[in-house]
């Protein structure tokens, strides 16, 4: 028995290389010449795995989700380690031109003429009320970049937009928000709590918010309208909790 085990050992010990994937390192500058974006356009030393295909690109660029990415890379016997923690990954267009070393290096994007400032746009028409995701976003360039316009994607990505958004347009961080929670209409408990003391109410909701928003609300018993914080699906309070997640709202929109 002891033999047999420690054959097996052996035999998983020789067998772990093989299942290892082949390391693989981003390319300084990504980019794509016909559209289709792949791993070779991503990754040196993709070998025939690099044939695999990410996304199509629309647009002057397209903005990946880097776990995506890893994911796809593992299952085509890629590894890539990501060792800068990256979130996104932007692949331009432009053609792929030869280097003087013989190799290929990716030319600066054709829209490079246009303005001398990246600028996050809308790569589609997105509705009312609709999450943007990764591919919703691509880098383009303008003349100036509006006081408005996020410089990291993750800043937006998840949010929901307040009104119909318009492919080509800046992305502007008062047009995004969080998802909405509670619609104009839905019936809410609020929440006083303070020193020990708590007490609830029922509201009704005279907006749509997201979770950290702060809606009007008309206490149902009163008819009185109060101003209330979003803290979840029919949740909101008032009061120092309501004062203290203002703040903190206050704070991460002034750093991104």
Do not use: C, Y
């Not at 746009?121 to 997105?126: E, G, K, M, S």
């Amino acid at each position: 028995m002891k033999a047999l085990a420690l054959a097996a050992a052996v035999l998983l010990a020789a067998a772990s290389p093989a299942l290892a994937g082949q390391p693989v390192r981003l390319k300084a500058d990504t980019a794509d010449a016909d559209g289709v974006v792949t791993l070779s356009d991503l990754f040196d030393g993709a070998g025939p795995a690099g044939r695999v295909v990410l996304a199509n690109r629309t647009a002057s660029s397209v903005v990946l989700n880097a776990r995506m990415v890893q994911a796809v890379a593992r299952r085509a016997g890629l590894d890539w380690d990501n060792a800068e923690g990256l979130k996104t990954l932007v692949v331009h267009g432009g053609p792929v031109l030869p280097s003087s070393a013989g190799g290929s290096a990716a030319a600066a994007p054709a829209t490079a003429a246009r303005g001398n400032v990246e600028v996050l746009t809308w790569a589609r028409d997105i509705a009312t009320g609709e999450t943007v995701a990764p591919e919703d976003l691509v880098w383009s360039k303008a003349a100036v970049a509006p006081s408005d316009s996020p410089r990291d994607p993750e800043a937006i990505i998840g949010l929901a937009a307040r009104h119909p958004l318009r492919a080509g347009a800046a992305a502007l961080l008062h047009e995004v928000s969080a998802p909405a929670v509670i619609k104009s209409g839905d019936m809410i408990t609020v929440l006083f709590q303070a020193e020990g003391i708590s007490l609830a109410l029922q509201g009704k909701a005279l907006g749509s918010a997201g979770v950290g928003e702060t809606l009007n609300v008309e206490n149902i018993a009163s008819k009185k309208t109060i101003q209330a914080v979003v803290t979840g699906p029919g949740q909101a309070v008032v009061g120092p909790q309501a004062e203290g997640l203002r703040a903190a709202r206050s704070t991460r929109i002034a750093s991104r």
